[in-house]
């Protein structure tokens, strides 16, 4: 809860908010007559509460990608107005990922079909803030490698002020395919590629870009090195102007933290750490 006294919780088909220091209901913030038989909320297979605007965020109908269920619908419902909203409609079904509410709950943000969106909440409009994704061109989310090294799958992240939204950029068209073998959908075999590079071969590049929502003006954060030589595994805002970013080497037994700045994309290392092993 906003003032950190309190966990907001899911509990007999009512969200409400639970006392931590003595584990009681302190407040019924949706109750379960006011859910009912909604569809959103009955197929819901992840939810966040956003306090300061009143709106719940539900994450259904969801499908694997990879090992988790990262992709499916996302919908909003407003305690106030007590109506749902469902974002992306008019984009695939199924194709939403990541879906995040701006800081003061007006816009929401989310990938489908590698590209990166911002739709404002009340009226449902809708902007791409990439418009150049694809599977070899990866916006907000990631390829296998970053998956399966660092456990990254959410590419994307809102400044504090909400005026901007710093992202992953992987570049896989350099890396060949791997085929998997689908032995299960279906009565005949699937191959499936994966952009998989092999031992001894590069990486995808990967670098981080800062959009500004107004004027969906894209800047590159220049840090130094061959970006299919290292990493970019963790990046956070640090205030509204800048970005701190980590940086490993392609053994990882490098750590290099740069602070960037959002407007500018210059880079100062702040904090190195260096292991043999």
Not at 14 to 38: H, M, P, Y
Not at 68 to 79: H, L, P
Not at 85 to 114: H, T
Not at 146 to 167: H, L, M, V
Request: aromatic share 12%.
């Amino acid at each position: 809860s906003e003032d950190g006294l309190a966990l907001v919780r899911l509990k007999k088909n009512q969200l409400v908010e639970e006392a931590v220091e003595t584990g009681k209901d302190r407040a019924v913030i949706i109750s379960e007559k006011e859910f009912g038989n909604t569809e959103p909320f009955k197929s819901m297979d992840d939810y966040s509460w956003h306090p300061s605007s009143g709106q719940l965020l539900v994450f259904n109908n969801t499908a694997r990608v990879w090992r988790y269920n990262t992709k499916g619908d996302y919908w909003v419902y407003n305690v106030n107005a007590k109506k749902w909203f469902q974002l992306g409609k008019g984009l695939p079904a199924q194709s939403l990922m990541f879906a995040k509410l701006s800081p003061d709950g007006k816009q929401a943000a989310y990938v489908s079909q590698y590209n990166l969106y911002v739709e404002d909440i009340l009226t449902g409009k809708r902007k791409a803030l990439t418009k150049n994704g694809n599977r070899r061109l990866i916006n907000g989310t990631f390829d296998w490698v970053y998956e399966e090294e660092f456990a990254c799958r959410d590419g994307f992240r809102w400044s504090p002020d909400g005026k901007k939204i710093a992202f992953w950029q992987v570049d896989a068209e350099g890396t060949k395919d791997f085929m998997m073998m689908d032995n299960l959908d279906g009565v005949y075999s699937k191959p499936i590629p994966v952009e998989y590079p092999k031992v001894g071969e590069s990486p995808s590049a990967v670098r981080i870009g800062v959009v500004d929502i107004a004027s969906a003006q894209l800047k590159w954060m220049n840090i130094p090195g061959d970006n299919r030589q290292h990493y970019l595994p963790r990046m956070e805002w640090a205030g509204s102007q800048e970005l701190i970013v980590q940086q490993l080497n392609r053994k990882q037994n490098q750590s290099i933290l740069h602070m960037t700045n959002a407007s500018t994309g210059t880079s100062q290392i702040v904090y190195k750490e260096v292991d043999e092993a």
